[in-house]
């Protein structure tokens, strides 16, 4: 059974800090990795789409990156703002479904 | 793009009443929709796979017979938590395969917080 955990947990920079945020899986037989975003009490926001076949996925200040051998994989935001402050969740895409991540919580301080 | 819909976003229902959630996939067919249940300040647990036509499948320790899910047509499929109680207050997400950018993409609904008193 694939299991993903993202470390850390939470993370706390001041605002303009480049910043790296893990995710780790245990089966490397996967379709797909995705990075989402999620706001308090709202849903998930899709920031990067990573296939199998991929090693890193680009959108403006974040890049994500794949090294599906490993079973890892890293959200790198460049000058982070105090708008990025959310809950970041990795998933691993299986057979049509996918597993969540735990999250980190980031909070970006003016 | 493709979008997924959920109705409602949000609920709040006395214990022991049925609370119905929609999922609707937008200018496609969803043979397959998940949903998905996160409690605070937890991550997304998978519940179940609805599949069109026949019967959801349930991940280990989830109650069908508390989640019935009924997915009637391609494009629509519904979670109904029967007799709810606070222990059921929960953030339900669904989601759909869209294919688009390459196979086993899943788009996601917005969510339904449900908050059962």
């Known amino acids: 059974k694939q299991e993903v955990t993202q470390i850390p947990a939470a993370l706390s920079v001041p605002e303009g800090e480049n910043l790296v945020l893990n995710c780790s899986f245990t089966d490397s037989a996967i379709y797909n990795l995705q990075w989402f975003r999620q706001d308090p009490g709202k849903g998930l926001t899709s920031l990067l789409l990573i296939q199998s076949s991929q090693r890193e996925q680009t959108s403006g200040r974040l890049n994500a990156s794949l090294d599906k051998s490993s079973g890892r994989s890293t959200l790198y935001i460049a000058a982070s703002q105090p708008g990025d402050s959310a809950t970041y969740l990795c998933?691993?895409?299986?057979?049509?479904?996918?597993?969540f991540g735990a999250g980190t919580r980031l909070t970006v301080k003016p | 793009g493709a979008v997924v819909s959920q109705h409602p976003s949000w609920v709040i229902c006395k214990s022991g009443t049925s609370v119905k959630i929609e999922c609707r996939s937008l200018?496609?067919?969803?043979?397959?929709m998940f949903w998905y249940r996160q409690f605070p300040k937890q991550s997304l647990m998978l519940m179940a796979t609805?599949?069109?036509?026949?019967?959801?499948?349930?991940e280990q320790g989830v109650e069908k017979d508390k989640f019935l899910i009924n997915h009637a047509s391609l494009t629509l499929s519904t979670l109904t938590v029967t007799s709810a109680h606070p222990e059921d207050s929960s953030f339900y997400i669904c989601s759909a395969p869209t294919g688009a950018g390459g196979a086993n993409v899943l788009t996601f609904g917005a969510g339904s917080r449900l908050t059962v008193l």
């Open positions: 609805s599949n069109e036509g026949s019967k959801a499948t349930y």
């Open positions: 998933a691993v895409g299986n057979n049509n479904d996918m597993r």
């Open positions: 200018d496609f067919q969803a043979t397959t």
